[in-house]
């Protein structure tokens, strides 16, 4: 059957040697999909790029289109810089100080996500001959499935209920779905939940966020709740966990790549110090990055021992850049640093080596696989794949007779539902972030293994080839209309 995916990025990207998948779980998960289903792939074109508005991919043998949807500057503000980024997604991580009024976004919220619904709805007429089913009676399948990421396109499965009733159409979540009492704070809430329930699966990360949304959808516009099941205008909208994780395999298999190893014992001679604490983010307020640093700076307050034998290694990846909240973000974390790095460093020894720019794959790999103590602490995360990745690298290192890294973990990010092994920490508690910091050091050996193989097995039991295999599964026992409303 085919699959018409829509997100707001595009899975591929230009390179000097022709396009190729992009980088990221999501692209390398579903590319192979689509690939072998047929179908097409719908994003956004931002207002500069030159990028073709239909594509069939890949080049040599095509197998699916990637269309594009182009946004005009101001749309493109409103919609993604605006509603998308300024109002639902600091909502969502309950950062209600950073949410934006939306009276001026939804407009061109709306405008963007019925484009994308359009352009979702003519690409399926295309790839498939078959007549869409005209009614959602059982039995009258629709010969296509729609598959709608994330919180840009909330009002999209509405859109095509509407057009195609017979339709099997999923939604994955991939940030934290709040508590109603944040989520009805937005003026627009029950029109953007309807959108939604045009679904028949919403997946989400965790137990709690699909929760949150079932109670949202019964006490914003009245639906009734059974059990996983929202029970929506006669139909059955499945709201469920479905965790996602990394490739493994790609990641394991830097973890034991010799090059890669070489890099990580160069950058070790480098930072001059016995132990390298991590961290690897985008540059964004949700990321905790500023309370990382101060703790850091407690802890070094705290252990004096401790100077000169401990560095931090940040990575802060430029994200949203057109967005006020981000550039005041990267002033205070550059402020930060200088007072950090002003009040502590003696000789060759930095306490922090802050990079404001973008690592490739390859070169992440080697920094996770010298870390000895990934932070990995935001203060809310759907999943945080960050620490996926340092897992299965350090784990598959550790089998080659490197070190084991200790992941100290977030309990407000949805990993920590799942990564036994890691240090949970609460990312507020600054004092306590230092202390366990300077206990992750001092593990003795076995216990790092120990804590590390955990991590290791957790990350392996949610790869994102199962996880995409899995929800189009669940996806597919959907019945379209069914339910006892
Ligand atoms: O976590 C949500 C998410 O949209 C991811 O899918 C993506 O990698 C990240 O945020 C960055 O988002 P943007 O597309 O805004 O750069």
Redesign the pocket.
Known sequence: MPLVLLA??APIRQTPTGWEAAL?G?ASALLPVLEDRGGAWVAMREPEDGAPLMQPYPEASPTFTVHRVPLEEEEFKDYYNGMS?QVLWPLAHYLVNHVAPERAFRGAYRAVNRRFAEAALAAAAEVSSAPPATSGASGDADPVQFWIQ?YHLMLVPELIRQRRPGARIGHFW??PWPAPEVFRILPSARELLRGMLGADLVGFHTDGDAENFRESARDLVGATVEGHDVLWEGRRVRAERHPIGIDVEKFEAFGHDAHIAQEADTFRREIFADHIVLGID?LDYTKGLLLRLEAFERFLESYPEMHGHVAMFQIATP??TGIPAYAQLKRKVEQAVGRINGRFAEGAWTPIHYRYRAYTQQELAALYRAADVALVTPLRD?MNLVAHEFGAISGAAMDDGAQPGVLILSELAGASDYLDGAVCVNPYDTDGLARVLRAAIDLPLAEKRRRLSLVREAVRGLDVHAWAARFLDRLGESQPVASSQ
């Open positions: 707001n990025r990221g999501l980024n994330d991939h940030i985008r994200s949203r759907g």
